[in-house]
């Protein structure tokens, strides 16, 4: 099993930054991606930004691209996952869930692990 718990959510106003991070324990000797998806209100989830987590490799979805830059640090016991956002916009309010994925595509579309989800709002 694979524990993950998401931090960093909040209130911003749009054009101002945050940083989430996301401590990742347990079995990550299975995992080989990691990555944010979020959930807007009345919206399904979707996919914002993925990293392979041994090559680097990374993967954003288009209406990121350019503001959000996604990284990890690896440790022996624990490990983080971090997406800094930049230039927020209003639309960027969501639930944003971190997912760790027993395949190497940063485009994570077998994620089997999920943590709780931190809420971000960005004020207009």
């Known amino acids: 099993q694979v524990q993950l718990v998401e931090s960093g959510g909040g209130l911003a106003r749009a054009g101002g930054s945050l940083r989430l991070s996301c401590a990742a324990s347990?079995?990550?000797?299975?995992?080989?991606?990691m990555g944010w998806f979020r959930q807007a209100p009345g919206k399904e989830r979707e996919f914002v930004a993925g990293?392979?987590?041994?090559?680097?490799?990374?993967?954003?979805a288009e209406f990121v691209k350019g503001r959000f830059i996604i990284s990890r640090v690896k440790g022996s016991v624990e490990s983080t996952l971090y997406l800094q956002m930049s230039s927020l916009k209003p639309e960027d309010t969501a639930v944003y869930y971190c997912?760790?994925?027993?395949?190497?595509?940063?485009?994570?579309?077998?994620?089997?692990?999920w943590g709780q989800g931190t809420q971000v709002t960005v004020s207009s």
């Open positions: 990293i392979n987590w041994h090559g680097l490799a990374t993967s954003y």
């Open positions: 997912a760790a994925d027993p395949s190497p595509s940063p485009e994570m579309r077998r994620s089997e692990y």
């Open positions: 347990g079995s990550m000797w299975d995992i080989n991606a």
